[in-house]
């Protein structure tokens, strides 16, 4: 491995250790996590390399998971680090998150089963500050049609409005639903007021004849399942 010189610009490198080019002559898979993180930042900042910062930051982040969510304040160890490189590696985790849920949409998975869900939703939500609200509408073969958010609170709680999620399940023709939120707590058992909305937004979709599948509470690698509990109405 390379031992770090932070007067040493990457320019100065062989042009096969450089990330860039690197990348394009054996592909994305070949690169280290610095070295992809190096491609994003582009350049270095004062005595030290684009790789050398990436190291840094990945030494005090862990994973790229841990840089999502993230506070600016946590950033400011980075000097010369600007906004405009903090918003490129900012919009890298967010595609990286979405991925999986364009993924899902792309081949209209059906779904069986909360995890199903969860399996795509858990790696966008476990990690929010604040409690979001997100609602998969299905056809009437359980193929998803659309995942949308319903509402977005405050630490403590997200308030969606039963007659817009309902309104937007007619407007998709969608013949079922399923809601799932987060709990930044990280714990998964339902509130009271969790309980109360479950069984008023179930009871509303079947005057619509809309089915209300299950409602999903994700936590930090955990999730509690209205359904798989037998607590819907």
């Not at 817009?164 to 058992?189: D, M």
Request: net charge positive; with cysteine; glycine share 6%.
């Amino acid at each position: 491995m390379r031992s770090e010189n932070k007067e040493v610009s990457i320019k100065s490198w062989p042009a096969d250790d450089r990330p860039r080019e690197k990348l394009l002559k054996r592909g994305a898979a070949a690169l280290s996590n610095s070295e992809l993180l190096a491609i994003l930042l582009r350049t270095g900042v004062a005595g030290e390399s684009a790789v050398g910062l990436a190291r840094r930051m990945l030494e005090k982040f862990g994973t790229f998971r841990n840089m999502s969510h993230t506070d600016p304040r946590d950033w400011r160890e980075f000097k010369g680090l600007g906004p405009a490189k903090l918003a490129q590696i900012q919009a890298a985790l967010e595609i990286g998150r979405r991925f999986r849920e364009d993924e899902a949409l792309s081949v209209r998975h059906k779904i069986a089963c909360a995890g199903d869900v969860v399996g795509f939703l858990m790696p966008q939500m476990r990690d929010l500050k604040t409690e979001a609200f997100r609602v998969v509408y299905l056809n009437s073969n359980n193929r998803i049609l659309a995942v949308e958010d319903a509402a977005k609170g405050t630490v403590n709680m997200a308030m969606p409005i039963v007659r817009e999620i309902l309104h937007a399940a007619l407007q998709k023709y969608a013949a079922a639903l399923i809601c799932v939120h987060n709990h930044p707590s990280a714990n998964t058992t339902p509130s009271p007021e969790d309980k109360k909305f479950t069984s008023e937004l179930a009871a509303a979709g079947k005057l619509l004849g809309i089915r209300v599948l299950d409602h999903i509470i994700v936590g930090d690698g955990s999730y509690f399942s209205f359904a798989d509990e037998g607590l819907m109405p």
